[in-house]
């Protein structure tokens, strides 16, 4: 059974703090792995993708990947009250699919 | 640039009746496209996707069928709804990155049955 893990939270983080965010998955085989930001009522948004075991920068974002201990995380420095979203974790299964989390709820606190 | 369209935004429909949920793809060709749902606070299912035109694979044994009878045109339908359907529609399709496939969201169709 291939899985995504998330805490689903919520995660409440002072404005201006770092909000770290974490995903675990059970498929060693995946290589590809994706972080969306969906506020409520709209849909997923990409914001980052990683493949390569390290870090990735993005502006505020930093993806993180550990494919030894199958884990990926997403850090936002500088939190803003724009960043209070639901972050979902997508993993590759195939060449067509991904498996989702069920995604961390961010809440940015003023 | 790409773009996808979905409609209608919402839709409120009687248990028992009919659905069908359309979703267009511009600006490439021969996508991946992919249906899925969300119900209230859950994560993303995969209903459905397709490879091409007339191909479709199911993910989850349901009352709802998809079609592709073109190439950027992907749909959704049902002939009774349950209440059970209900939830937030997502089509989304994938774009070559390097080694790997992306997946982009239309804007959804939150549909409630009622």
């Known amino acids: 059974q291939k899985e995504v893990e998330q805490n689903s939270g919520p995660l409440s983080v002072p404005e201006g703090a770092i909000a770290s965010l974490n995903c675990t998955y059970s498929d060693r085989v995946s290589q590809s792995f994706f972080w969306y930001r969906q506020y409520s009522g709209k849909s997923p948004e990409l914001i980052m993708s990683?493949?390569s075991n390290g870090d990735k920068e993005d502006g505020r974002f930093t993806a993180q990947l550990n494919k030894a201990s199958q884990y990926v995380s997403l850090l936002i420095r500088d939190s803003q009250p724009s960043d209070s979203a639901t972050y979902l974790c997508?993993?590759?299964?195939?060449?067509?699919?991904?498996?989702w989390g069920a995604g961390t709820k961010l809440i940015i606190k003023p | 640039s790409q773009t996808i369209h979905q409609w209608p935004a919402t839709l409120v429909q009687p248990v028992g009746s009919p659905l069908s949920l359309e979703c267009t793809v511009e600006g490439t060709s021969n996508p991946n496209l992919y249906w899925y749902r969300q119900a209230a606070g859950r994560g993303l299912q995969l209903l459905f996707y397709?490879?091409?035109?007339?191909?479709i694979s199911s993910e989850v044994p349901q009352n709802l069928s998809a079609s592709r009878p073109q190439d950027r045109q992907f749909i959704l339908s049902s002939k009774k709804l349950l209440l059970s359907d209900s939830g937030f529609y997502l089509c989304?399709?994938?774009?070559?990155?390097?080694?790997?496939?992306?997946?982009?969201f239309g804007p959804g169709t939150r549909l409630t049955v009622t």
């Open positions: 990683i493949y």
């Open positions: 989304a399709w994938t774009v070559r990155v390097a080694q790997t496939y992306e997946q982009y």
């Open positions: 397709s490879v091409g035109i007339g191909q």
């Open positions: 997508a993993v590759n299964w195939s060449n067509y699919q991904l498996i």
